[in-house]
């Protein structure tokens, strides 16, 4: 039994290298980004096996699907997007559940900033003077 969760623990920490090597690899590239870090997200849910977690997160996809690309515009956000998952997938292993919730809460609320702030750059951008085609007379 111990050995069981051992076993399991050991597993699940070469799977999330692995997808973290994959997100440190395409940390440069904003769509690389994207899509590895949703499969790290993927793969912690799978772990987790929450139930009510997962039915949650399946009734949200396709409002994150749809931001998610917001939050992976700037290189900035995604070297700080590496480094929490890099603390998310420490802590697994760990079995630190607590410190494992709080990096992701971390993580959550740092994407969600950087969404809102990028969000807010691109409204302005179209409803800025030059979007709408008006001229100012002098």
Same mark, same amino acid.
């Given at each position: 039994?111990?050995?069981?969760i051992?076993?399991g623990?050991?597993?699940?920490?070469?799977?999330?290298?692995?997808?973290?090597?994959?997100?440190?690899?395409?940390?440069?590239?904003?769509?690389?980004?994207?899509?590895s870090?949703?499969?790290i997200?993927?793969?912690?849910?799978?772990?987790? !096996?929450?139930?009510?977690?997962?039915?949650?997160?399946?009734?949200?996809?396709?409002?994150?699907?749809?931001y998610?690309?917001?939050?992976?515009?700037?290189?900035?956000?995604?070297?700080?997007?590496l480094?929490?998952?890099?603390?998310?997938?420490?802590?697994i292993?760990?079995? !630190?559940?607590?410190?494992?919730?709080?990096?992701?809460?971390?993580?959550?609320?740092a994407?969600?900033?950087?969404?809102?702030?990028?969000?807010?750059?691109?409204? !302005?951008q179209?409803?800025?003077?030059?979007?709408?085609?008006?001229?100012?007379?002098?």
């Amino acid at each position: 039994p111990t050995s069981d969760i051992a076993a399991g623990m050991y597993a699940y920490t070469g799977v999330l290298t692995a997808l973290l090597q994959r997100n440190e690899a395409l940390a440069g590239l904003a769509a690389g980004a994207m899509e590895s870090g949703h499969a790290i997200h993927i793969e912690i849910e799978r772990i987790a !096996d929450h139930v009510w977690a997962s039915g949650v997160l399946a009734q949200i996809e396709g409002q994150l699907a749809r931001y998610r690309r917001f939050s992976n515009a700037s290189p900035d956000r995604r070297t700080s997007a590496l480094a929490e998952h890099r603390g998310i997938v420490e802590a697994i292993p760990a079995a !630190d559940p607590a410190q494992a919730g709080a990096r992701a809460e971390e993580h959550v609320l740092a994407a969600h900033r950087a969404t809102v702030a990028q969000l807010e750059v691109s409204l !302005d951008q179209s409803t800025g003077p030059a979007a709408s085609g008006s001229r100012h007379r002098t």
